[in-house]
């Protein structure tokens, strides 16, 4: 099956700088790359997502790079504020099976005021 | 909107004794699933059920057992509990079609055997 390594495990940033989380999956037929946020105490929800046909995307402070030819992507984080502190968990999945997602271990970020 | 909600919240277990937790959404998806959190290790699927009546094995499905006779309801079974399965539980669920694949996670529930 898909494996799915995540770096760093921690990340301390200063607030205004910026961060950057990288994973790397060995399934050449993982498609969809997902990159979930977990505050403590609380489910994982959905930050930003990207597809297999796309290299980039952006959605405001946040962006997600893809390399597929390396088989790995990036989640990049601008302008840190104390409130994106957090865990983040990317995760990787094959187009012949949605319902399988593979997720890394998880970074947990401090980003200090 | 609830959501997703999942009962216990948390509990603590006895080795060996059975123990079903619960899962229920409001948003009639079709897809649902259920993940282990352990330290270090991220969330690694256990079951998942595309559809009312349909389900299949995640990536450590041993020991666990799932049904899902309708669309809302999606119960893990642990049969005899062992102290490897002390660990937080998610359960999520996601439209699964239509190119959406989104997954909306619950609250969890933390089971401690001993």
């Known amino acids: 099956g898909e494996n799915v390594e995540q770096h760093p495990s921690t990340l301390s940033v200063q607030e205004g700088d910026s961060a950057v989380i990288k994973c790397t999956y060995s399934d050449s037929a993982s498609n969809y790359f997902p990159w979930y946020k977990q505050e403590l105490g609380k489910g994982p929800q959905l930050i930003i997502d990207?597809?297999?046909?796309?290299g980039e995307k952006k959605d405001q402070r946040i962006a997600v790079t893809l390399n597929k030819t390396a088989k790995h992507f990036s989640l990049h984080i601008t302008e840190t504020q104390p409130e994106d502190s957090a865990v983040y968990f990317c995760a990787a999945t094959p187009g012949y099976n949605f319902n399988k997602f593979y997720f890394g271990s998880g970074t947990k970020l401090n980003v200090k005021p | 909107i609830a959501g997703i909600t999942q009962a216990p919240t948390s509990q603590i277990l006895a080795a060996g004794r059975r123990m079903t937790l619960r899962c229920t959404q409001d948003?009639?998806?079709?897809?649902m699933y259920w993940y282990r959190q352990d330290l270090g290790l991220g969330l690694r699927l256990i079951h998942y059920?595309?559809?009312?009546?349909?389900?299949g094995k995640g990536e450590v499905p041993d020991g666990y057992s799932v049904s899902r006779a309708n669309t809302d309801d999606f119960p893990l079974t642990l049969a005899s509990a062992v102290p490897s399965q002390t660990s937080v539980y998610f359960c999520a669920s996601s439209v699964g079609r239509g190119g959406s694949y989104e997954q909306y996670f619950g609250p969890g529930t933390r089971l401690t055997v001993t």
């Open positions: 990207i597809r297999s046909n796309v």
């Open positions: 948003m009639r998806h079709n897809a």
């Open positions: 059920s595309n559809t009312a009546g349909t389900t």
